[in-house]
Every structure is written in C-alpha cells, then in structure tokens.
C-alpha cells in the first residue's frame, strides 16, 4: 500500500488506515478502531449508538489487510457470512497494520459529490404513467453516473450518482489490473461490485419515479477500455503492460441477462466502440457530445483524471492519446488529499500573507481536493512561495518548516473541522508537477503530430467532473493547460454522460460514433520520443 510522505509508518511509527472511497488516510497508532481513524481525519461515519457496538450503521468492508479479531458486539450484530466476507463494525474493528476499508455510502453522514449534469427538465412520473425507458450508464475509474430516460419525449426522468466501489480494490486502473492477476477470479469479483451497485441505482431511480425495471427497454453503457472490459466480464491483463492491447475494440450488443443487469431479460444492451488501450467507448462519448468529434474547426477536448484522454481536431484529422496523469486530482497521493466531499477544500486563494480556502458544502475544512490542491500550487506560485522548480521559499509568508521539511500552512488547527494544520508539502507540489507535465506532455505531442501551435488552438474543451470544478486561470499558471486567451475554454461537464445519452435516443448519434472511432488516428504516448522530453520540460512551473 502507498502511503503520502506525512503518513509513511517508518517516518511516525503509525499505521496507515485508508478510508475508501472517501480518499482519506489516517496515521493512528496499532489497535485504533477504524470509527476512531476516520474520525481524526473529519471522516463522519453513522454511529448513532456512539460507538457501543449496538446500531449497526458504521459497517464497513475491509479491502486490504488484516482487522483485529472481532468482538463480541460484531458477533452479535454481523452473521458469520458477513464476517468471513470482510464486512466489518467500524467502531470495534482495529487496525494492527496498515489497512484499506470501503466504506458504504449508507454507512457516511454526507454523500460524496458525484458530477450530474443538468439540463433537461424531469418528467413527473408516478405509478399510472407507463413510461417507455431507457438507460445511460457512465462507468468512470472513480464515479459511475446513471441516467433514466423517457424514450417517447427525451427527458431524463431520474439521474443517479455513486462511487465506483471498485476504488477499494485500487484507485488506479493499473492497480486494478494488478488485483486481477494476483487474485483468483479477481475479475469476476470487481464486475460482481460494480454490477451490484448499479443495479442498486438503478433500483432507486424507478422507485423514485413509480416504474418497473421491467419498462427499461434499451441501455447504453460508456466507459474506459478496463471499465469496458470489466463491465462485459472480458479479461483485463493485456491492458496492464506493452503493448496495452485490449482484447477488443467492437461495439457489443448484449442481452441485459449476459451484462449482468437486474432489468428485463430481452433489454437491449449496447457498448459502443473502444479506440485503444487507454482511450475507451467514454472518451469517444465525449467528443460525441461536444461536437470535437465532427468539427473542422482546430479544438483540443481534454477529460482529465487518473488517466487523461486528449483528443486533438484539426481540419480532417482527429489525433487522441491517453496520458498517465496519475490520481494526484482526485486527491490522492497528497498529504491532505481527499475526493471531493463536504468539507474538501476545492478553492484558495493567497493575498500577501492572507490565505482564504473554500470548501464543499461551506463546512470547517478537513482536507484537500483536486481542484483545491491545484488552485493552492497555482497561487504559491503566484506569491513566490515556490520557484519555477517547485522548492519552497522560506522568507515567504507562510513557508515553515516542520520536522526539518518545508510545507505551506493553508489552515490553522483551530480552523479545521479535525483540530489538525492543513498544509501542501513538498511531496504535494511534485505530486502536481508529475500530473500536470505528463497532461501538457500529452498536449505537446498531439501538437506535433498535428504540426499545430498552442496560439493556433480555437477551442480547448475540458471535460469531467474535475474539469468542472476546476479554475481555470489556476490551470494556465501553473502550466497544466496551454496560455491562450480563457474564452477559447469550454467546461462541458460530465461529457462522456451526455454523449451515451445522445446514443440512447437516436440510432444515428451511434453510427456518428462508430464513424468518430474509426476516425481517430491514436498516438502511443510511451513510444513517443517527444513525450519524454516534454514530461521533463513540463516538470517546471512557467513563469
């Protein structure tokens, strides 16, 4: 298990429990219980009986690791089933090492912010309107997003967000992979998680509008090669190394009973095309919606995360590549880092030696989003906190040093919601440089095959929730995205949602997608000598 530089055992003499899918780790000493852990990073568990063991609502799941024998209130509420199959009571299970548990969403106070876009009025459904319907699945690295359409009128009548609870198994899609290899029928279990959490959405949204499952007559499925393969039950180990082959690139069209979904057995289920490895049937959703995928204009579409899909359009061409910009914006890896959920700070902004943070749901902060973490780099930068190579400046308002190494205090103690300093350490500062220079790697590439200049660009499409969030101003300065005028941006969103929305009502809007698929000319990133040398170039703050 990775752990940030502030969390490492070795340096504090700690464990390191890590709290999925909320993205917090905590450093605790042997023998605290997992409620007490989470708690000390401002993790709120449901724990109505106060931690005496009688409620039931902390459960959690342990991932990876061992938990400390079970005690007699877990025997009493938990079945031996549950037991065996790692389902766990937060407030007596221990931690006498290091440790990963997924929590629950009925098991947290506050819900995760997951990105659903709006835009189409609901339809107000009840029991006596026979809707004819249809689905749009998103299945994302970190999210899954799910749409209910009305098939007659092109509403969507319910919407629905969740972690993907695959994150426990690992955050990153490599991780994953390596999960499968090394456990037996590793993949029959990731596909068993995320299929039982989408049926799970997807029996909220027709009780939310009064309609039987048996209704959803047609689906459409989008997500990342890996996502793809998963969601099919197709194997995922030539993805995890050279040449990152998948098995297939064909649009699926699935019965509802092979895909694994609780719907009606004849429901017509499709999975449109894979690019590549690393671009998947999501990315090409995307250009779908956004119109990059039909233009003639010259526009860059970005959707960054773990990894970062880029797509270049210019004239008749259409360049992609996929570019390993690692978990650093979805918090992970960062000292304080943690996914977007209350309390997260998703905004800074420094003024001398004034720093004002924002946070998700205006709560006492507990730690850092992506967003959040990026914006504070960007503005460090600004304020001469850090030099172009990102080492700290002590004589700058803010720089201290703790346990000999520099760090920038962004809230006091007494202002956190855990009574503990949120600071950026030098560890974060290099976690974004590695993020950034690999996605502006990826910009330079794509660049060149193209023979284009970033002045020549006429749209840069930032796609995704991060790309929602995200500021943009902070973007340019700190040299994830290239310095043209910010009108030329679009932040579209969950696009990759939008565009399986499109292909649900309209048989048309897939042949377009099948037709961008065969379009892309894709560009291996790893054999490409300019990416190397722009990752380097990259690694820099510009001035």
């Known amino acids: 298990m990775e752990h940030p530089a502030s969390l490492r055992p070795s340096a504090h003499g700690l ?93 947290l106070t506050a819900a995760q912010r997951v990105q659903l876009e709006g835009g189409e009025a609901a339809i107000p459904a009840g029991p006596s309107r026979l809707l004819r319907l249809g689905l749009a699945i998103d299945i994302g690295t970190t999210k899954l997003a799910v749409y209910l359409m009305d098939l007659e009128s092109g509403c969507t009548v319910a919407r629905a967000g969740a972690m993907n609870p695959q994150i426990a198994y690992g955050e990153d899609l490599i991780s994953r992979i390596a999960y499968t290899d090394r456990t037996p029928a590793g993949g029959r279990v990731l596909r068993e ?17 009064g309609a039987s499952r048996d209704r959803i007559l047609d689906v459409v499925a989008v997500g990342n090669t890996v996502m793809h393969h998963l969601f099919v039950g197709l194997p995922v180990r030539t993805l995890g190394a050279a040449p990152y082959r998948p098995l297939t690139t064909d649009a699926l069209d699935l019965s509802a009973r092979d895909a694994g979904l609780d719907l009606w057995a004849g429901t017509h289920v499709f999975v449109p095309s894979n690019v590549a490895g690393y671009v998947g049937a999501d990315h090409v959703a995307a250009l779908l919606s956004t119109g990059v995928g039909e233009t003639r204009r010259t526009a860059l579409a970005l959707d960054i995360g773990t990894n970062t899909e880029i797509s270049l ?32 700070i998703e905004r800074v902004r420094i003024r001398g030696a004034e720093v004002s943070t924002y946070t998700i749901g205006r709560l006492p902060p507990i730690g850092i989003c992506g967003s959040g973490v990026l914006d504070a780099v960007a503005q460090m930068r600004a304020v001469g906190a850090i030099d172009r190579r990102g080492n700290f400046r002590a004589q700058v308002p803010g720089v201290r040093a703790r346990e000999g190494q520099p760090e920038f205090l962004l809230v006091p103690a007494a202002e956190t919601g855990h009574r503990r300093d949120i600071t950026v350490t030098r560890g974060d500062v290099n976690e974004i440089q590695l993020a950034k220079a690999a996605i502006r790697a990826g910009i330079g590439v794509l660049l060149q095959e193209a023979q284009c200049e970033p002045d020549e660009l006429e749209e840069i499409v930032v796609a995704g929730a991060f790309g929602s969030y995200l500021d943009l101003s902070s973007a340019v300065r700190a040299g994830l995205l290239p310095a043209v005028p910010l009108e030329r941006f679009r932040q579209v969103g969950n696009a990759a949602g939008a565009g399986a929305r499109q292909m649900l009502l309209s048989v048309e809007r897939r042949r377009t997608a099948q037709t961008i698929a065969r379009r892309i000319e894709y560009v291996e990133l790893a054999a490409h000598p300019a990416f190397h040398r722009g990752f380097v170039n990259a690694m820099s703050f510009e001035d």
């Open 313 to 344: 359009a210019r004239g008749q061409r259409l360049f992609s590549c996929s570019s390993p910009s690692g978990p650093a914006f979805e918090g992970a890896h960062i000292s304080a880092g943690m996914r977007a959920a209350p309390g997260a």
């Open 15 to 107: 464990v390191v429990v890590d709290l999925q899918p909320v993205g917090r780790r905590a450093g605790v000493k042997k023998g605290t219980t997992i409620l007490a852990a989470a708690q000390s990073v401002g993790v709120e568990l449901q724990a109505i009986c106060g931690g005496a063991g009688t409620c039931g609502g902390c459960r959690v799941r342990l991932a990876h690791g061992a938990l400390g024998d079970p005690t007699p209130e877990e025997l009493r509420e938990l079945s031996a089933a549950e037991i065996a199959s790692g389902l766990r009571m937060a407030c007596q299970a221990t931690a006498p090492g290091d440790v990963r548990v997924d929590i629950p969403s009925e098991s």
């Open 193 to 209: 998680k995320l299929l039982d959490r989408l049926n799970r959405l997807i029996e909220g949204m027709c009780k939310q509008v």
